[in-house]
């Protein structure tokens, strides 16, 4: 079992930026790559960055590219996503996700085995 808590998320202003943090425990050894997804009010659960665990190739949805980033600490078990020119449509509850066994497809959340409660942020125009 892999237990996941995200942090960093907070309300800040369109053009900003944050840094959100997903902090791994438990079996972390078992970990094959690592995502982040978001969730807006009213809307599915949608994919926004992923990384082979814990240096390997990314992948990121289009509406991200180029703003967001995402990394791994393997000595801290933890995954980053560093969001940067930030815009009122980011706003959702963001969420840290964990696979075990190498399912590839890292844009599909039900190749996710592991989730984390999630932490909100709010970008203001």
């Known amino acids: 079992q892999v237990q996941l808590v995200e942090s960093g998320g907070e309300l800040v202003q369109a053009g900003g930026s944050l840094r959100l943090s997903c902090a791994a425990s438990?079996?972390?050894?078992?970990?094959?790559?690592m995502g982040w997804f978001r969730q807006a009010p009213g809307k599915e659960r949608e994919f926004v960055a992923a990384?082979?665990?814990?240096?390997?190739?990314?992948t990121y949805a289009d509406s991200v590219k180029g703003r967001f980033t995402i990394s791994g600490n393997n000595a801290k078990n933890t995954v980053y996503l560093q969001m940067n020119s930030l815009k009122p449509e980011d706003t959702a509850v963001y969420y840290c996700?964990?696979?075990?066994?190498?399912?590839?497809?890292?844009?599909?959340?039900?190749?996710?085995?592991?989730w984390g409660q999630g932490t909100r942020v709010t970008v203001s125009s």
């Open positions: 996700a964990a696979d075990d066994d190498g399912s590839g497809f890292l844009t599909t959340r039900a190749i996710y085995d592991y």
């Open positions: 438990g079996h972390t050894f078992s970990i094959t790559a």
């Open positions: 990384i082979t665990w814990f240096n390997g190739p990314t």
